[in-house]
């Protein structure tokens, strides 16, 4: 029986994709689970595979076109088989189901050929260069790579694309990139219908940036002021639970495990992967599994699983000297938390004026799901979890 490749649809936000390059072409046999094509998210660089054996009878799309979620985009089948009825979307077509997209592997390399080339010849290219490629319209097989064995890498793309941005006249529209159309759509979505309100708190820093200088002083992989966040946000998150939820319509959902996203800025947008579990790990364990996943982010190597489905979340500007902003929520999330830049302030305390490191945080709250009360309550521990930081260290109990 037929069966009809369509295009994904793996997030809420996935309105469409861009088939980056096709890695079988009309004719080849395909078996169940294999690779057969490099799509382009809203976050992500994803391999598609085949959902059942035979022979890819059918392209539809070309490389580097935009297409519509849930449009068909190939049909696999027998040689000899009727296909009419899958491209006409008929009944008689196997559903188009099975294990789905997966990030794109580093090691693979190989983009398949343009169809103005040789079957038999193939473009090498890095998966960063083929999605940078699709974005500005370049050709991949015009341009001659610099990288091992003569692969095309990222720079040679962009190299080859710089007149053609820098070359848009004053007033011309730049089209959007996948990520952005999605930012675009996701923050309308956040911003209109959920009442938002705003709490800030300043914090003293000193202690926890003392922290931080001990792990460097033991020569030990240091945290970074992201994890140590991660980690006081996740303690304060296990002390009033009632801001580890989500409106739904008609209740309150209370989550059993503390999912922190961190927002990791891209060159065409933002992307916030998830640290699971956080009120089970420690302050080490949360470093080192941030530090490979914002990584992989910037590679666009996440599974929509590890971006998705945060349960509150963190964005640090404070990197950029940015001292205060405020942050959108982005559903389900009911809280979430926008973290300035360590200032050295001048601080009086009882008449006498020292020298203080202070740091804002603002808090942004569905006021469907939560009232200033409960926020103020939060942001108290947060708080006093960064000022008196001894916790971040203690060994996770687990029941």
């Not at 926890?208 to 020569?219: G, L, P, T, Y």
Request: hydrophobic fraction near 40%; proline fraction near 7%.
């Amino acid at each position: 029986m037929a069966s009809r490749v369509v295009m994904p649809k793996l997030t809420d936000t996935m309105e469409e994709g861009v088939l980056l390059a096709w890695k079988k072409h009309e004719g080849d046999r395909v078996q169940a689970g294999e690779v057969i094509a490099e799509i382009e998210t809203d976050k992500a660089v994803m391999d598609l595979e085949a959902f059942a054996p035979g022979v890819l009878r059918k392209l539809l799309v070309q490389d580097g076109e935009t297409v519509q979620s849930g449009k068909l985009i190939a049909v696999i089948a027998e040689a000899d088989e009727d296909i009419a009825l899958a491209l006409s979307d008929g009944v008689a077509a196997a559903p188009s189901a099975g294990s789905g997209p997966k990030p794109v592997s580093p090691s693979a390399t190989t983009a398949a050929p343009s169809p103005d080339r040789p079957r038999g010849e193939r473009v090498l290219a890095s998966p960063r260069a083929k999605v940078l490629a699709a974005e500005r319209g370049v050709e991949l097989s015009t341009l001659t790579g610099t990288g091992p064995g003569g692969r095309i890498v990222e720079d040679d793309v962009a190299a080859a694309s710089v007149p053609a941005v820098q070359g848009l006249p004053a007033g011309a529209d730049q089209p959007l990139s996948q990520m952005r159309k999605a930012i675009a759509r996701s923050t309308v979505q956040s911003k209109a219908p959920v009442p938002h309100f705003y709490l800030t708190v300043d914090i003293d820093m000193g202690q926890a940036e003392r922290v931080r200088d001990e792990f460097k002083q033991s020569r030990q992989p240091h945290p970074s002021i992201t994890d140590v966040l991660i980690k006081a946000a996740a303690l304060a998150l296990k002390r009033h639970p009632e801001i580890n939820v989500s409106f739904t319509g008609e209740t309150i959902r209370r989550y059993p495990q503390i999912d922190i996203g961190v927002a990791v800025g891209m060159e065409d947008g933002l992307i916030t992967p998830v640290v699971r579990n956080c009120g089970a790990k420690t302050l080490a364990n949360i470093s080192e599994e941030t530090k490979q996943l914002i990584e992989r982010a910037r590679q666009k190597r996440l599974s929509p699983q590890e971006y998705t489905g945060a349960t509150f979340a963190i964005s640090n500007l404070g990197m950029f000297d940015v001292e205060q902003f405020i942050a959108l929520l982005m559903p389900p999330q009911a809280a979430s938390i926008a973290v300035g830049a360590i200032r050295d302030v001048p601080v009086v305390t009882k008449g006498t004026v020292t020298a203080g490191r202070r740091m804002k945080v603002t808090m942004s709250c569905d006021h469907r799901a939560l009232d200033g009360l409960m926020g103020a309550q939060f942001l108290k521990e947060f708080k006093r979890v960064l000022e008196h930081p001894e916790e971040l260290l203690t060994p996770v109990v687990t029941s």
